[in-house]
C-alpha cells in the first residue's frame, strides 16, 4: 500500500522560511510526477510545484522565485522550500504523487493527508 507522509508546516512569521518534507513509501515501482498543492479556507486546490521523472519543475506563476521544489529519487522525497512567506500563503498544504506501484504496475494519484501553514502578519 502506497503512502504519502508529509512533514515541515507550521507557523511562521512573513518574511520566514518553511520547508515540506513528503515520503512514498510502499512497493513503488517509478514515480512519475511529485509535488504540492494548496488549499486555504474557501477556496479551491490550487498548485503550487510539481516535478516529472526527468526533473523538470512546473511551478504557479504567482510562487517562481519564492520556492523552490527539489527531488531526492533514492528516498521517494520532494522537499518544497518555502521562502519570503506572506500571508496568503497560508493554506493547507497537500502532497500528490502519480506514481506506478505492486502488484499489478498500476499507475495512479496518491495524496498525502495535509499540513497546516499558516504565516502570520
Known amino acids: 500500500q502506497v503512502q504519502l507522509v508529509e512533514s515541515g508546516g507550521g507557523l511562521v512569521q512573513a518574511g520566514g522560511s518553511l520547508r515540506l518534507s513528503c515520503a512514498a513509501s510502499?512497493?513503488?515501482?517509478?514515480?512519475?510526477?511529485m509535488g504540492w498543492y494548496r488549499q486555504a479556507p474557501g477556496k479551491e486546490r490550487e498548485l503550487v510545484a510539481v516535478?516529472?521523472?526527468?526533473?523538470?519543475?512546473n511551478y504557479a506563476d504567482s510562487l517562481k522565485g519564492r520556492f523552490t521544489l527539489s527531488r531526492d529519487n533514492a528516498k521517494n522525497t520532494v522537499l518544497l522550500q518555502m521562502n519570503s512567506l506572506k500571508p496568503e500563503d497560508t493554506a493547507v498544504y497537500y502532497c500528490?504523487?502519480?506514481?506506478?506501484?505492486?502488484?499489478?504496475?498500476?499507475?495512479?494519484?496518491?495524496w498525502g493527508q495535509g499540513t497546516q501553514v499558516t504565516v502570520s502578519s
Open positions: 500528490k504523487a502519480n506514481l506506478v506501484s505492486g502488484p499489478y504496475y498500476t499507475s495512479n494519484d496518491y
Open positions: 510502499g512497493r513503488i515501482f517509478t514515480i512519475n510526477a
Open positions: 516535478i516529472s521523472s526527468g526533473g523538470i519543475v
